[in-house]
């Protein structure tokens, strides 16, 4: 029944999307994954956050590679384009100001 809804929204079925964020190793390679990220299916496209601005430009270069890799991994082909977004770097709070002594 899973498989039947996802299909009327235009998504993979369960295997493809399992396939998507349980083994995208698999499909972009171990040192990709670690600085990428899949976030979510929005109809045929995937959503990807990058940790660099540099990684998502090699993510859209990559692009019709990796869409094709997932069609032969999943055995469908539902996923037809990749969007990628920069991941904020999320920092912690910012050091007290010093105040300039007066002599």
């Known amino acids: 029944m899973l498989d039947r809804t996802l299909r009327s929204?235009?998504?993979p079925s369960v295997a493809g999307v399992?396939?998507?964020f349980e083994r995208w190793g698999?499909?972009?390679g171990d040192?990709?994954?670690a600085r990428t990220v899949p976030v979510r299916i929005d109809g045929e496209t995937l959503v990807?956050?990058?940790d660099e601005p540099a990684i998502a430009t090699h993510?859209?270069?990559l692009q019709s590679e990796l869409v094709d890799r997932?069609?032969?991994l999943s055995g469908e082909r539902r996923i037809t384009r990749i969007d990628t977004r920069v991941a904020q770097v999320r920092r912690g709070p910012r050091p007290p100001r010093r105040t300039p002594r007066r002599a």
Do not use: D, H, K, P
């Open 31 to 33: 040192s990709m994954a």
């Open 18 to 20: 399992e396939l998507l």
């Open 59 to 61: 993510v859209r270069y």
């Open 70 to 72: 997932l069609a032969q």
């Open 26 to 28: 698999e499909v972009v």
């Open 9 to 11: 929204m235009g998504t």
């Open 48 to 50: 990807v956050s990058c």
